[in-house]
């Protein structure tokens, strides 16, 4: 069952990140004046990232909102393998202006295959272990969903999930399945979690296997929920979105974004399946540029151009050499200060003291550089170089 939590949190995974006292205590703290400067050692023997890395999603699942009136008719959901687990969970209203949080599920909820249908509620169908377990561990996430099972007598294929006239029509539900056993998968890559809002957002997909994407389209969704449609394009079965990001929504500091990619694929079987993969990104504003970098005995100087003032975090990896010639990372240092809007200067001040004690042998030099805008939670720039550190 582990794959099946994995799939049910993502969703919610994201929006619990940061709770509101935990972000405001944050937001406090990155208005400080103050300027702090510390080292630290790392293990030399484990690898050390201060650089944004790739990300690759791959997915068996698909989700759909749909109303309490779509629900009554009866939705249909295409599985490509036997056992698909289906959840279905309400989602808030609104009235009057303020947030209505629904739990209810309706009742007499029935799962067809054309050729027989049964009460979600029937010993084959029905996860009541799982779902009354997840609601234990984790209430909050969990006390409203309704976990299901497709028994493998009913197979796969097209299924219809009928609300026989339980639902209250302008109710709202998100409904996810989870094809576990399906090869059918839709893969998806970025180059990079983080894209400056002057910049491009690059992301590429493609159908796992002998499958083949029927359509597909990309959507990034902001923390605050707008929406905007990626313009990607199909190169055999290979799907590209090179996408300048034009976006209005500013978003809580520390907000993950979303884009969302869902496709229809056609499996090997010749199934028609639905496939939605998610990769969370930070759209950052660019508050500072770092224009160049020097070494000295005492560490690194930064030149910045700062766009907006605010509390800026720069982070440097010291290495030094084994018994080998091998350069090993050692030491990460820490600097953050306010910093007006303008040209400035920041330094890293390096812990030579601890170099020296480290059992590594210079010439010490700095490897990896990261900066950081701590105001607004975001990471600006990084750059990978040689900058050597004079003797202690």
Known sequence: MKSFKTFIAVPLAIAAALTAAALQAQQLANRSRESVTFSQYVDPG???????????????????KVSGAELNRGIELVTDADRAVIQITPLDGVAKGARVTRREIPKGMTLSNGAQRRSVNDDSIALHRMSQGLRQIMPAFYRRAHAMRVPADMGHGKLTLHANGNAAANSRYVVYVLDKHSDTTLQVQAP?????????????????????????????????????VLGGQMRGNQYRVDWPIR?????????????????????ASGALVERVATVATDIFQPTADLASVYSDTRGLRLDLDIRQPGRYEARAL???????GDYLPIVLSYSAEWLEAGRREMSVPVDMARLAASGLDGP???????????????????????WELGAP
């Open 364 to 386: 010490y030099r700095v490897q990896s550089l990261q900066l950081l805008d701590q105001s607004r939670m975001a990471v600006l720039d990084y750059q990978r170089g040689s």
């Open 318 to 324: 010291v290495q030094g050499r084994d018994r080998n």
């Open 247 to 267: 976006v209005s929504d500013s978003g809580a500091p520390g907000q993950l974004w979303e884009v969302e990619v869902a496709s229809r694929i056609r499996s």
């Open 192 to 228: 990079k979690t983080r894209f400056s809002r002057d910049g491009r957002l690059l992301l590429d997909a493609h159908a796992g296997g002998r499958a083949q994407i029927d359509s597909i389209s990309a959507t990034l969704v902001a923390p605050g929920g707008e929406r905007y």
């Open 46 to 64: 484990s690898e050390q990232r201060l650089a944004d890395t790739a990300i690759a999603r791959e997915s068996r699942s698909f989700f759909r």
